[in-house]
């Protein structure tokens, strides 16, 4: 299951916050990507989000959604009225998940928030909500037995989906994957678990990757990857994963790649979202290459690139590759490449053959020699460019500036 939480989760950073018409258009948009669940804010927050929520909720829609809340009763009633009678949706309400929150955060009992938990979920379990998901914050640094308790109580209360949060980006993939393993076994194979991922160490992704193969259910994460501090689970690249190496790991979705990717820019775009160049899928620079042995390899083959190397034999990986091809303007090939110094000579002479160029052999080590010289050699990038040096090159005769 593929949850998204752009508008909530995603919006919890300096830059990010959206109007309420912003929210409703983005949400079209996931809406239509296939999604299971698409996080529709925190309407208890403010009337602005409460307002984004009710259009989102009651207007045409496909997906389920799904609403934030505290554990309290007032955060709980305000969804249901935000929601009326549209139904389809879920009620994720947080908790306290370790002792440094129960101490420094909440100032409250082990026992206060399990009875917390309870309360609220049956409240919500008074008010007709049938989908109920709890979150018990800092999961990853909250002690076995208190996570035990807690959610063994959650899930007898009435919750059917428990979300695993890493609150804090501290967690390894196999201490994650373990602690996956363990709440299954506390709370049962019908029980969703879901995992949550922060990636202020850089392990969003793997963290994710490892909680699906430890048998979690679910994920959530966010277009580009947008959330407080570091961010979340980046959703396209964690699409990309699962269409590519998925299947190597016993997982698959449905959800197409290209249309994340275009949601993803659209995101950018309405929030000015500034976007590292390397950004992985998304940044100007991810599908340029330079190194001289890629530049190389690239020139015989286009289908390798950006998919790690795999076999492309095998149909889900060529799928992949074509969808990043596809969804990205930019290009994932060689027409991508940037000319350097040391640029291949098969490089070279590929570009030139694709601008059209008749070529003498004899000439494509002076063409070398000029782009080992020139101060700026990335302009060539562009066949026409590269194509006039070597109009020039052929007309001077030599390899040397004149």
Not at 262 to 280: G, S, V
Not at 347 to 362: H, S
């Amino acid at each position: 299951m593929v949850f998204d939480t752009t508008l909530r989760d995603g919006e919890q950073a300096p830059g990010n916050v959206m109007t309420a018409g912003q929210k409703v258009e983005m949400f079209r948009r996931l809406d239509a990507l296939g999604l299971d669940l698409v996080e529709g804010g925190f309407p208890a927050s403010s009337g602005e989000d409460f307002e984004a929520f009710r259009e989102m909720a009651q207007g045409p829609r496909q997906t389920r959604i799904c609403a934030f809340c505290r554990a309290a009763e007032r955060d709980i009633d305000i969804i249901a009225d935000g929601l009326g009678s549209s139904g389809n949706a879920q009620i994720e309400i947080l908790l306290v998940g370790s002792e440094i929150h129960l101490e420094h955060k909440r100032r409250i009992t082990p026992q206060e928030a399990v009875d917390e938990a309870v309360r609220s979920v049956r409240h919500a379990a008074s008010l007709g909500f049938t989908d109920i998901a709890v979150a018990p914050e800092d999961a990853t640094r909250g002690s076995l037995a208190f996570l035990e308790r807690l959610l063994k109580a959650s899930v007898e209360a009435g919750a059917r989906t428990i979300a695993i949060p890493d609150t804090v980006g501290c967690a390894l993939p196999h201490e994650f994957a373990r602690l996956v393993r363990l709440m299954r076994g506390w709370v049962g194979p019908d029980v969703i678990l879901s995992a949550h991922c922060h990636d202020d160490l850089g392990l969003a992704l793997a963290n994710t990757l490892a909680a699906l193969e430890a048998g979690a259910d679910s994920f959530q994460a966010t277009l580009c990857g947008i959330g407080e501090r570091a961010g979340n689970t980046a959703l396209e690249e964690a699409i990309a994963q699962l269409r590519l190496n998925g299947p190597r790991m016993g997982l698959k979705t449905d959800v197409a790649l290209a249309p994340v990717l275009d949601a993803a820019r659209a995101l950018r775009d309405m929030i000015h979202l500034p976007l590292m160049p390397t950004k992985p899928l998304l940044g100007s620079d991810a599908g340029i290459i330079t190194a001289p042995t890629h530049l190389g390899w690239g020139s015989r083959s286009t289908d390798f690139w950006p998919v790690p190397p795999v076999s492309l034999t095998d149909a889900p990986a060529q799928a992949a590759a074509a969808a990043v091809a596809a969804a990205d303007p930019t290009g994932a090939s060689t027409g991508n490449a940037v000319m350097v110094a040391g640029t291949p000579r098969n490089a070279i002479t590929r570009r030139l053959a694709e601008a059209g160029v008749v070529i003498d052999i004899d000439k494509i080590d002076a063409v070398c020699d000029r782009l080992a010289a020139d101060p700026a050699p990335d302009r060539f990038k562009d066949h026409g460019a590269l194509a006039a040096l070597y109009r020039e090159v052929a007309d001077s005769g030599t390899g040397l500036p004149h």
